[in-house]
Nanobody, 114 residues
Framework: QVQLVESGGGLVQPGGSLKLSCAAS????????MGWYRQAPGGQRELVAG???????NYEPSVKGRFTISRDNAENTVYLQMNSLKPEDTAVYYC????????WGQGTQVTVSS
């Protein structure tokens, strides 16, 4: 059974940083295009960053230059480094495969507030 477990969220002040982790079991993330999504209160889930199997990354314009997606195939984990956080980044963050999605995990809450 494939499972994705997100962690690393929390409460941070504007301008702060967090690093999210997505640990996979049941499949190897290195074989899939992986992405980080977020869902703000009352909003739809949106893709904010994706990384291909050969390491090419793409970002939603509002996070480009502030967020960095990466993967560690040996650890079977995908990361999202978030810097210069803004209140509008507040959301529940999820990871999933873009080209073969599985059941969503519980996500990790990120709250940016002073």
């Amino acid at each position: 059974q494939v499972q994705l477990v997100e962690s690393g969220g929390g409460l941070v002040q504007p301008g702060g940083s967090l690093k999210l982790s997505c640990a996979a079991s049941g499949r190897h993330v290195g074989f899939y295009i992986m992405g980080w999504y977020r869902q703000a209160p009352g909003g739809q889930r949106e893709l904010v960053a994706g990384i291909t199997t050969d390491g090419n990354a793409n970002y939603e314009p509002s996070v480009k230059g502030r967020f960095t997606i990466s993967r560690d195939n040996a650890e079977n984990t995908v990361y999202l480094q978030m810097n210069s956080l803004k209140p509008e980044d507040t959301a529940v963050y999820y990871c999933n495969s873009l080209n073969d999605p599985v059941v969503w995990g519980q996500g990790t809450q990120v709250t940016v507030s002073s």
